[in-house]
């Protein structure tokens, strides 16, 4: 019978990542954990092979990205791959939120970094919002944990740390909006829900449905979608 990383490779790429998600705290089980380690790190070398293709790609829409290609992880840009420190850095948040992260963003911060398709503003207000990709560093999460840590009237509100990924799609158009896309830590979990994001799904899923787009998901809920399928079609499943 093949193994379940053979399987991914095959294209069960959903039924594999439900099956992890569905072994709970098993998954931590020597042999299990190793196998998930290598789907997760495979899922994301595909997901940032997709964002370095999106980086150049976009522009030949009429795509204009509204921070520099690359950067610091600490700052907004298109793409900053992972820094040399980044398994500290998680060790790092691992420790101040009390357990482990979910496999599949500890694997991307170990594989992709920080992504930000943000754009421009244009001129005129459109509907659907395209809600660019967007999953901030790890640095930033640290940042924001403290931050919360720090503040008790906060933390009787939300008494689990939901830590920010991403702003919402209505302020990635500088547009005031609503609660940040965000999962909660810890997690045991090798897949966790992604709060706040109107798919009401998995990070992995999540990105499932932004690939299918071209890093452009909030597009897909209109028929006006010529200028990215010819992008979307070169993209990696995951």
């Known amino acids: ?126 509907e659907p919002l395209p809600d660019p990709l967007v999953v901030d560093p790890v640095e930033s999460v640290i940042a924001e944990f403290e931050d919360w840590n720090a503040d008790p009237e906060r933390r009787l509100i939300e008494p689990r740390f939901h830590a920010p990924l991403a702003p919402d799609e209505l302020h990635k158009e500088d547009i005031s909006g609503g609660e940040p896309y965000a999962i909660e830590l810890p997690s045991s979990a090798a897949d966790v829900m992604l709060l706040n994001e109107w798919h009401h799904t998995t990070f992995v899923r999540y990105l499932r449905d932004a690939f299918r787009c071209a890093g452009l998901p909030g597009w897909c809920r209109t028929t006006r979608v010529s200028r990215i399928d010819k992008l979307a079609v070169r993209l990696l499943p995951l």
């Open 1 to 126: 019978m093949p193994s379940r990383l053979q399987r991914y490779l095959s294209g069960a790429y959903d039924t594999v990542w439900e099956e992890l998600t569905s072994l709970g705290l098993a998954i931590y089980e020597p042999v299990q954990l190793a196998e998930a380690e290598a789907i997760a790190h495979e899922t994301m070398v595909r997901a940032r092979r997709n964002v370095e293709m999106l980086m150049e790609e976009l522009p030949s829409i009429g795509w204009s990205f509204k921070f520099p290609k690359q950067g610091p992880p600490t700052d907004y840009c298109v793409h900053a791959p992972p820094r040399a420190d980044v398994a500290e850095r998680i060790s790092d948040l691992e420790r101040l939120t009390g357990g482990p992260l979910p496999l599949s963003l500890k694997a991307w911060w170990e594989v992709v970094g920080t992504v930000c398709f943000m754009r421009r503003p244009p001129e005129r207000f459109e």
